[in-house]
């Protein structure tokens, strides 16, 4: 449970410490003392949005420290996190700076906003000002019987699997149109990855053949002149061969005579091993050149249509191999696509997951609005709504995100009238008595040790107000319930009771939050019953009203 809150710098509080107790708080002040100032304190340190605007005037920052008693499951909860975990105090501080910067922390460990929020949600429920005008959205109605049956986890997993199955529905439904289209491309890519399988090529084969279509082409030209070296390099007369052997004999004779010529003579020598392997090239050149026509018509057809295939497709007649490749892949690709038998199957998979936990929440919604109705009604009777009846209705409806049935309350006044749609039928004052039934029938299975009730009494007085905080002090008693109220008859079923005030010297506005005496109770129950002057009658009232709750 709460322990104590610790305010500074905090809109319109310079410095506030305040302690708690178990049972019924009740906070009580003048309009506009800043009463709620407490609840938004304490919903920032639990993780809720923060600005600049909640720093005190002309202060540096604001701080919120809550200190909590945590149980077991907030230990664990401190232990996944890495968390220091103290035996019996949680506290948890924010800080929020001019700028509008906020900091958080967990025990003194810097933590997100995030698990400030997700660690206040185990601990406190706080029941809005505005609750009752919720009940007008029909979106709320799900939240409410979900949240009171305890089913909201499974509520989640059908919105999931609703989202899954669409997602299915929209793949299935874009690969039937796209079906034909991708037939009429995947036409188109056979008959491309075909001719240019039959072409042949392979990576490097384009350079090769270029090289060969220009020794056929020019082979009788490469004939002649590979001939004519030959014959000049070995010919009977006067061929390079010839004057090289001659020119070394007649060396060799006067070698002995001036060894300066030795250079000369293997220079000459080198030539004539040179000459040598030339003309041996060169006929071995001669006899596999040869005249192949057939050859030559065929590389030529191959080259005719890769260059035509090249044109087609807007690249170089050496780049159709790697043109050939990203076919293939496009191809597997839309194979894939137009598999509209596989999609179907995932369709209808998503479909019966979604169908299963539909039935799940359906069966739970259905056990829950009918325990609901029924708490509901009674504490109608004990609000002055005698004869009236509250009807959760659920109606079934095509699939959804919220499931197969819509929910809906309705409610009848007073006997003798069938239920209608609460936001037809139902006064300001009607709706703020069922909402109040609400907040309590489900604070009553909630699992948070806090429950905050924020002037949810509004529109309530009388001796509806007395109900109000009977059934309010007896929630305190399987809670600690903290309620804001404007109402005498609430405050005075108070176990603990704090009054808001607000004080300015001209320059400076402070709120102030004090617990008061037995004595003081009677002075603000006595303000709360309403005139200008306390009267000794109105004290006499007042103290009576606190002694009957005693």
Known sequence: ???????????????????????????????????????????????????????????????????????????????????????????????????????????????????????????????????????????????????????????????????????????????????????????????????????????????????????LAHAQSLLDSAGRSLQLLEGDEGSAMSALNMALHSLQSVLSHDPNLQNIYQTLESAQIACAESISDLNSYLTDVELDPER?????????????????????????????????????????????????????????????????????????????????????????????????QLSPTAPSAHGNEKVEFLVAGHAGVAPSALAKVASGGELARISLALSVIASQAARVPTLIFDEVDSGIGGAIAEVVGRLLHELGQRHQVLCVTHLPQVAACGDNHFQVSKASDGAHTVSKIQRLSDEQRIEEISRMLGGIEITATTRNHAKEMLNFHQ
């Open 296 to 392: 030559l018509a065929h590389i030529d057809h191959i080259m005719s249509v890769a260059f035509n295939l090249a044109r087609k497709h807007k690249c170089e007649p050496e780049a159709l191999p790697q043109l050939l490749d990203t076919l293939l892949e496009r191809q597997q690709q839309l194979q894939q696509s137009v598999d509209v038998v596989a999609l179907q199957a995932t369709l209808t998979k998503a479909q019966a997951h979604y169908q299963d936990l539909a039935d799940q929440l359906s069966q739970a919604r259905h056990t829950t609005s009918q325990q609901l109705s029924q708490q509901v009604t009674e504490a109608m009777q004990q609000l002055s709504m005698q004869g009236g009846q509250f009807v959760v």
């Open 1 to 215: 449970m709460l322990r104590s809150l610790h305010l500074r710098d905090f809109v319109i509080v310079d410095q506030n410490h305040i302690d708690f107790e178990a049972g019924f708080t009740v906070f009580s002040g003048e309009t506009g003392a800043g009463k709620s100032i407490l609840i938004d304190a304490l919903s920032l340190a639990l993780g809720g949005r923060g600005d600049a605007s909640v720093v005190r005037h002309q202060a540096e920052r604001a701080e919120i420290i809550a200190t909590f008693e945590p149980d077991q499951e907030i230990r664990d909860w401190l232990l996944e996190h890495d968390i220091t975990t103290e035996e019996d105090e949680l506290i948890l501080r924010r800080l929020i700076d001019a700028q509008g910067r906020s900091r958080a922390y967990i025990n003194g460990t810097p933590s997100t906003v995030t698990q400030l929020k997700e660690l206040g949600s185990m601990l406190v429920d706080i029941h809005g000002q505005h609750a009752h005008q919720s009940l007008l959205s029909p979106q709320s109605h799900y939240a409410i019987l979900d949240t009171q049956g305890q089913h909201i986890a499974l509520s989640q997993q059908v919105t999931q699997a609703w989202q899954q199955w669409q997602k299915a529905q929209t793949a299935y439904e874009e690969a039937q149109h796209s079906a034909q289209s991708n037939a009429q491309e995947l036409e188109l890519l056979d008959w491309q990855i075909q001719q240019l399988t039959d072409l042949g090529l392979d990576e490097g084969d384009w350079e090769n053949l270029t090289q060969e279509h220009q020794r």
